[in-house]
């Protein structure tokens, strides 16, 4: 690589991934755009990670450049928000790719991400990559994100057959799982916030960004397969507990006082109704985020008070149209089928 600064940084964090994390990284070694860098983190693993990626001439026979990767090793486990902010932070990147540890990136991933940003507005500070299940790879995972005024966010066009061609097209963000974010945009809205630790978090983090005037972009081309709930496992207390929590942090935090009033009464009755799904199904974790998240909420209004003033969006303009209406009891049971179908 040459001396100065690369295009693009690509962040890849592992925890507990060596079942995956092989794969991950030789495929990144096959990539045709080639100006860039890799940051891996490995996130305070205790299944031999560590080990894995000090193996002399490891990345070398991978296919990357000795000065290309970077090892970032944590004594514990910052979580998702936590590992990527630490590799945000040292980046040197014009670009900055967030990449899960249990995909497969296909060859033109990145080239195909890159491209999507060329002869774009300079507001355009997010690209979403398509993600595929592993296991059904004719079928999305993922094509961006899709939000509802009840708060709910869920990945675009899940389940639905994926087709790779076409332009890029705008959407509310990505999913960090295959995202490329602009520098810039980072250096304005700030990073993940570290307190989510997993999940929702680049709902987040795409929220503070619209709400500063950032738009997103979708490209089909940019396709990884995708071990879907490798880590934090479809359905384990761990995950419902930090969706429960980290969803109304984000409604709390994001939602402007407009939409906060205009949506209140579908966002109580998905809670309500997603509580008493909880409690049918045994699930204390899933009450347990949202007591947590009221807990804190002293704490989380004074965030909201410092995103919400920083807000140049309009609400109809620019905000409002991103939200869909409900999905409803049936809606809500089959995006929760379809997952529950696909995990790993």
Same mark, same amino acid.
């Given at each position: 690589?040459?001396?100065?600064?690369?295009?693009?940084?690509?962040?890849?964090?592992?925890?507990?991934?060596?079942?995956?994390?092989?794969?991950?990284?030789? &495929?990144?070694?096959?990539?045709?755009?080639?100006?860039?860098?890799?940051?891996?983190?490995?996130?305070?693993?205790?299944?031999?990670?560590?080990?894995?990626?000090?193996?002399?001439?490891?990345?070398?026979?991978?296919?990357?450049?000795?000065?290309?990767?970077?090892?970032?090793?944590?004594?514990?486990?910052?979580?998702?928000?936590?590992?990527?902010?630490?590799?945000?932070?040292? &980046?040197?990147?014009?670009?900055?790719?967030?990449?899960?540890?249990?995909?497969?990136?296909?060859?033109?991933?990145?080239?195909?991400?890159?491209?999507?940003?060329?002869?774009?507005?300079?507001?355009?500070?997010?690209?979403?990559?398509?993600?595929? *299940?592993?296991?059904?790879?004719?079928?999305?995972?993922?094509?961006?994100?899709?939000?509802?005024?009840?708060?709910?966010?869920?990945?675009?066009? &899940?389940?639905?057959?994926?087709?790779?061609?076409?332009?890029?097209?705008?959407?509310?963000?990505?999913?960090?799982?295959?995202?490329?974010?602009?520098?810039?945009?980072?250096?304005?809205?700030?990073?993940?916030?570290?307190?989510? *630790?997993?999940?929702?978090?680049?709902?987040?983090?795409?929220?503070?960004?619209?709400?500063?005037?950032?738009?997103?972009?979708?490209?089909?081309?940019?396709?990884?397969?995708?071990?879907?709930?490798?880590?934090?496992?479809?359905?384990?207390?761990?995950?419902?507990?930090?969706?429960?929590?980290?969803?109304?942090?984000?409604?709390?935090?994001? *939602?402007?006082?407009?939409?906060?009033?205009?949506?209140?009464?579908?966002?109580?009755?998905?809670? &309500?109704?997603?509580?008493?799904?909880?409690?049918?199904?045994?699930?204390?974790?899933?009450?347990?985020?949202?007591?947590?998240?009221?807990?804190?909420?002293?704490?989380?209004?004074?965030?909201?008070?410092?995103?919400?003033?920083?807000?140049?969006?309009?609400?109809?303009?620019?905000?409002?149209?991103?939200?869909?209406?409900?999905?409803?009891?049936?809606?809500?049971?089959?995006?929760?089928?379809?997952?529950?179908?696909?995990?790993?």
């Amino acid at each position: 690589m040459p001396s100065t600064d690369p295009l693009i940084s690509i962040v890849v964090l592992n925890w507990d991934g060596l079942a995956y994390l092989p794969a991950c990284l030789a &495929a990144l070694g096959q990539q045709t755009e080639r100006d860039f860098e890799l940051l891996l983190v490995e996130n305070g693993s205790h299944d031999g990670s560590a080990a894995y990626l000090a193996q002399a001439g490891l990345f070398a026979r991978l296919g990357f450049a000795a000065e290309q990767v970077r090892v970032l090793h944590t004594p514990t486990n910052l979580g998702f928000a936590g590992g990527n902010n630490l590799a945000f932070a040292s &980046a040197r990147g014009t670009w900055i790719a967030t990449l899960n540890n249990d995909t497969v990136a296909d060859p033109k991933w990145l080239a195909a991400l890159l491209a999507a940003t060329v002869g774009q507005p300079a507001a355009v500070g997010m690209i979403a990559g398509a993600l595929l *299940f592993y296991r059904r790879p004719q079928l999305l995972a993922s094509a961006g994100l899709a939000l509802y005024q009840d708060g709910l966010a869920l990945d675009r066009l &899940a389940g639905q057959p994926y087709q790779a061609g076409g332009l890029p097209y705008e959407v509310f963000g990505p999913s960090a799982g295959a995202a490329l974010y602009s520098r810039k945009l980072l250096q304005d809205v700030g990073y993940f916030a570290p307190n989510y *630790f997993a999940y929702l978090e680049d709902v987040d983090l795409a929220w503070r960004a619209r709400l500063r005037g950032w738009r997103c972009l979708y490209a089909p081309g940019a396709a990884v397969l995708h071990h879907y709930s490798a880590t934090g496992k479809q359905g384990s207390p761990f995950k419902s507990y930090q969706l429960a929590r980290n969803r109304l942090w984000t409604i709390a935090r994001d *939602f402007p006082s407009s939409l906060l009033r205009r949506h209140l009464p579908s966002i109580l009755a998905y809670d &309500a109704l997603a509580l008493a799904y909880g409690l049918a199904k045994g699930d204390s974790a899933l009450v347990r985020g949202r007591v947590a998240a009221l807990r804190s909420l002293p704490a989380v209004l004074k965030q909201r008070a410092r995103i919400q003033s920083g807000r140049v969006a309009g609400i109809e303009g620019q905000l409002e149209g991103w939200l869909r209406p409900p999905l409803g009891v049936s809606g809500n049971l089959r995006q929760r089928r379809l997952a529950d179908e696909l995990a790993v």
